[in-house]
């Protein structure tokens, strides 16, 4: 069966500080991983990841996918509060064109 | 951009009682549209595959006709919730991808359905 794993599930932090979340996937004939932030809403994307080793960044966050050890990555450095959310991670195979496996999420709090 | 539209975006009914909630893809036509149940502090979890013109796909353990979709053209579906009940509650989030064969969905901003 198909699982995504996220660790850690929630984490709190201080204005400044650097944060790395983690997630794990096992999904047959897997494609790529996505990342997205949820914040009161629907999840808005982040990354998607179908190469190993080649890093993704937008501005304060970057991502990682390791197909060989199947986990990725996801930093954000200097957090802020408006950081502060849910982090989604989803994978997705080949033979499930659109359908995403979610992972349980990380909830991250940035306090000020 | 792909924008996905979900209607309403809450609804409080009584038991026992059908809710409709619509998603549409305002600028692009989407064959396939998923929907997604979320219950406080959890992920994301996939109901079903809508296809445009065809039965949906549910996903194990998700009630084929407690939640009807009905996917009727290329930019909307609806899923109703048939004869709801307070365990019904929950947050439904709709989603679409812009182009067959993307990775990358977009999703609606969710309805809060609460059953009395």
């Known amino acids: 069966e198909d699982k995504v794993v996220q660790s850690p599930l929630s984490l709190v932090v201080h204005e400044g500080d650097t944060v790395t979340l983690n997630c794990s996937y096992e999904?047959?004939?897997?494609?790529?991983l996505l990342w997205y932030k949820q914040e009161k809403k629907a999840p808005t994307f982040l990354f998607m990841l179908?190469?190993?080793?080649i890093e993704k960044k937008s501005g304060r966050l970057s991502s990682i996918l390791d197909k060989k050890e199947l986990f990725s990555i996801l930093n954000i450095t200097a957090t802020q509060t408006g950081d502060s959310a849910v982090y989604l991670c989803?994978?997705?195979?080949?033979?499930?064109?659109?359908?995403?496996?979610f992972g349980q999420g990380t909830t991250l709090q940035v306090k000020p | 951009g792909a924008v996905v539209s979900q209607h309403p975006s809450w609804v409080i009914c009584k038991s026992g009682t059908s809710v409709k909630i619509e998603c549409r893809s305002l600028d692009f036509q989407a064959t396939t549209m998923f929907w997604y149940r979320q219950f406080p502090k959890q992920s994301l979890m996939l109901m079903a595959t809508s296809n445009e013109g065809s039965k949906a796909t549910y996903e194990q353990g998700v009630e084929k006709d407690k939640f009807l979709i009905n996917h009727a053209s290329l930019t909307l579906s609806t899923l109703t919730v048939t004869s709801a009940h307070p365990e019904d509650s929950s947050f439904y989030i709709c989603s679409a991808s812009r182009t067959s064969g993307a990775n990358v969905l977009t999703f609606g901003a969710g309805s809060r359905l609460t059953v009395l």
């Open positions: 999904v047959t004939n897997f494609r790529s």
């Open positions: 179908t190469s190993s080793g």
């Open positions: 989803a994978g997705i195979g080949s033979s499930n064109t659109g359908k995403l496996i």
